[in-house]
């Protein structure tokens, strides 16, 4: 314990020379920290009651005889270290739930949450003979534990996560240092195919601003760079799309919005940074499928803003930069993609409509039309491609513009499933990844039991009093006579003590508890009383025999 202030010293020296101020002083020094019996106890419990919400379930049976799951995974850095070089050879292994309790609870270890297929590493090859599994039955032995050294299963897929490596950056995850949400990928692509494996990202490196996007973000001067010169454009464009004062006015309130509502939680944005820009508002998508896993199935691309899909994020280091004319191009995208406006404007301008179909019926080749140009151009390009491919229909995909350029990560909503096109030709494409098929069904231990007996917890197996009482029903009767008894005597042992505090309406303090328990065991003092004691009781045998 580190040394008390130097105005403190000569005080904390005195409670070892006497010792009728030693408790009284303690008393002082400790009455903030001091609680009563009824305090302790429900402390005890409300700390229970958190580590059973934190720990649910039942860590009894190791998962690995179950085979392929899609369940909650932890790396144990303790038994499998990750090289000091990472470029090194490492052998990657994963641990399920009871095992990372019963097995590795001691251990330091990385919670990599669902993987898809995969089975438990505990007691294998993956891991040092010296670290067993105590859960499995020993083929061996025919007994529970001891299980190491057997076969791994051969088609787990391990990425960098199990290095506590996450992310595009490569950052070594720190629970308590991280801030913001990372999300995690769908993960059609594994390591070997060039995807990702379910890795987790910061929304600024998928946008490819990086993690730390918003403190530099913060040390830029404003109005400058590209993202200014983007936004300007966007809202000349939608202006001059709109020819309505009521379209400036509805583009200017959300600027202020958030203006406000920066100013009124500055603090909260601290620990969680903003949303880079570009990413999308975490309520507007299900998932997403980054853009190393986009790459390593290229032909999702094209469902980039169709039903079921957002926009494209585009990864700012693939984009266009300033040079090649990315803020005219932006000034086309946008004007293309506002059909609603101009149909505004032609119910209530119709000569200036009947002038704008007459110019662009004349270029067929343009594929741009005005009121009903984006609606006749999605209805041709599917009467050329709606030819039945083995009975089972048009193919979706060949209806679906051309796929963006660049780098770009898939967000998708809840459905999208359903608009993905399973005709002859794109169901093995999506065949491979079960997870585009249908949702996955994730695996979970079962809840503890005696949730009624957990003081009212949602989950758990009861407190630590109520399984020590169920303990001592099943402890032979001689045992509990036994235990009886020390309870008993202790209770004896520690009643005059506890009597003199509830007679004067003391708390005790923990120096008062441990110097009571040094005297029962004989500490110090203590010793000398007890020597004294029995000097006196030699003196009254001594005359009790002179009778």
Request: with cysteine; glycine share 8%.
């Amino acid at each position: 314990m580190d040394a008390p202030p130097a105005p403190n010293a000569s005080f904390t020296e005195q409670p070892s020379q006497t010792s009728g101020p030693s408790r009284t002083q303690s008393f002082s020094q400790q009455s903030d920290s001091s609680q009563t019996a009824a305090e302790f106890i429900n402390s005890q419990l409300q700390l229970e009651a958190d580590a059973r919400e934190a720990l649910p379930y039942k860590f009894e049976k190791c998962t690995n005889p179950i085979g392929k799951l899609r369940q909650q995974i932890f790396s144990c850095l303790t038994c499998s270290p990750p090289p000091a070089n990472l470029s090194d050879p490492y052998t990657a292994a994963g641990v399920c739930y009871s095992c990372s309790i019963s097995c590795h609870g001691e251990h330091t270890l990385v919670e990599l949450f669902n993987k898809r297929d995969f089975v438990c590493d505990c007691g294998t090859t993956r891991l040092p003979a010296t670290s067993h599994c105590t859960l499995r039955v020993n083929s061996e032995t025919n007994t529970k534990g001891s299980v190491h050294s057997e076969e791994p299963a051969p088609d787990n897929s391990y990425n960098q996560n199990f290095k506590n490596r996450f992310c595009g950056c490569e950052c070594d995850y720190d629970a308590y240092a991280q801030k913001g949400t990372m999300f995690q990928c769908l993960g059609i692509g594994t390591t070997e195919t060039g995807g990702c494996g379910e890795d987790w990202w910061h929304p600024g490196c998928l946008v490819g601003l990086g993690p730390n996007w918003d403190e530099e973000s913060e040390r830029k001067p404003k109005n400058e760079g590209l993202l200014e010169s983007i936004a300007e454009v966007a809202e000349a464009v939608v202006n001059e799309k709109s020819g309505d004062t009521n379209t400036e006015v509805a583009n200017n309130e959300p600027a202020v919005a958030p203006t406000e509502t920066l100013a009124a939680g500055e603090e909260a944005e601290e620990e969680d940074p903003p949303l880079p820009p570009g990413f999308p508002e975490e309520d507007a998508f299900e998932g997403f499928i980054c853009y190393k896993c986009v790459e390593a199935n290229p032909w999702i691309k094209r469902y980039a803003g169709t039903p079921g899909f957002l926009a494209p994020v585009f990864r700012r280091s693939t984009a266009p930069s300033p040079e090649t004319g990315v803020l005219g191009k932006t000034e086309e995208l946008i004007a293309s993609h506002l059909p609603i406006m101009k149909k505004r404007k032609a119910d209530d301008d119709e000569e200036s409509v009947a002038s704008k179909r007459h110019k662009d019926e004349t270029p067929a080749t343009s594929g741009e039309s005005s009121t009903e140009g984006p609606a006749q151009t999605d209805n041709v390009v599917p009467t050329e491609a709606a030819v039945p491919e083995d009975g089972k229909g048009p193919c979706k995909l060949n209806t679906l513009p051309p796929a963006p350029t660049g780098q770009i990560s898939l967000f998708f909503k809840d459905d999208f499933r359903e608009h993905l096109c399973r005709c002859s030709s794109c169901f093995p494409l999506l065949q491979p990844h079960e997870q585009l098929l249908e949702e996955e069904e994730l695996y979970e231990p079962s809840v503890s039991d005696n949730e009624e007996e957990a003081g009212g917890s949602t989950v758990g197996s009861g407190s630590i009093y109520d399984r020590g009482e169920s303990a001592l029903k099943n402890v032979d009767r001689v045992r509990a006579i036994e235990g009886v008894m020390a309870y008993n005597h202790l209770k004896d042992k520690l009643k005059p003590f506890f009597q003199q505090f509830a007679e004067s309406g003391q708390a005790i303090s923990a120096e008062d508890i441990k110097a009571h328990f040094a005297k029962m065991r004989g500490d110090e003092q203590a010793i000398k009383d007890a020597g004294e004691g029995a000097k006196r009781e030699t003196d009254n045998r001594k005359e009790q025999g002179g009778y």
